[in-house]
Nanobody
Framework: QVQLVESGGGLVQAGGSLRLSCAASGRTFSRYAMGWFRQAPGKGREFVAT????????SYSDSVKGRFTISRDNAKNTVYLQMNSLKPEDTAVYSC??????????????????WGQGTQVTVSS
């Protein structure tokens, strides 16, 4: 099991930017896919972005493509989510996730088996 701690959430106006970080500890972090998911009030968990270990192959949901960028620093055991041009509909709790078996994920939550507690992102109009 790997422990994940997110940071960087907050309140921002529409059109603004935030960068989320997810620090990992525990078992080997770097060999498998990492991802970001979000959950808005009254809604289910939604895929945001994933990234592989080698080569940085990424996958994004259509709702964030072109605005969000996922990256990872394996030396620091950290994955990032740069969020630009934020919209009120991006308001949610954002959680990072780590897989113990999947090298590349297209965003299925079942690909991931370790989850952080989440960080709140609120975008005002």
């Amino acid at each position: 099991q790997v422990q994940l701690v997110e940071s960087g959430g907050g309140l921002v106006q529409a059109g603004g930017s935030l960068r989320l970080s997810c620090a990992a500890s525990g078992r080997t972090f770097s060999r498998y896919a990492m991802g970001w998911f979000r959950q808005a009030p009254g809604k289910g968990r939604e895929f945001v972005a994933t990234i592989t270990y080698i080569g940085g192959r990424t996958s994004y949901s259509d709702s964030v493509k072109g605005r969000f960028t996922i990256s990872r620093d394996n030396a620091k055991n950290t994955v990032y989510l740069q969020m630009n041009s934020l919209k009120p509909e991006d308001t949610a709790v954002y959680s990072c996730a780590a897989s113990s078996r999947t090298y590349y994920s297209r965003g299925l939550s079942s690909d991931f088996d370790s989850w952080g507690q989440g960080t709140q992102v609120t975008v005002s109009s």
